[in-house]
């Protein structure tokens, strides 16, 4: 049995109720010529994402980065310095977990 099947195997047992979600880049098929492409399995890896806008953000740093891109472009935080900023970027991450905006999830990267 090919390594990373067996990889995905393993974690899809090791987390039976956690989501599966196959990832690709546009280059693979952005395209409308054909309705499926075959990929082939890059890399496996349980990690945290979020929907943000039309794109998916995937691993707490990533997102994270996000937010504190978010938080540093509001005027009305210009007086805060980047310390205090970390800190709401973190109180923000923990609050959108918490209202289930960040989930976790097996990802699957697809590649051709």
Known sequence: MDEKVKQLLDLVKENPDMELMFMTSYEVCGSDDHLYWKGNIEKIKKAVYWNYGETIKTGEED?????????SSDSELDSFGDKELEFL??????LMKA???V???IIVYLNL
């Open 99 to 101: 209202r289930g905006e």
């Open 89 to 94: 970027t973190d109180q923000e991450y923990e």
């Open 63 to 71: 997102i994270k980065e996000i937010i504190y891109e978010n938080f």
């Open 103 to 105: 989930k976790e999830a």
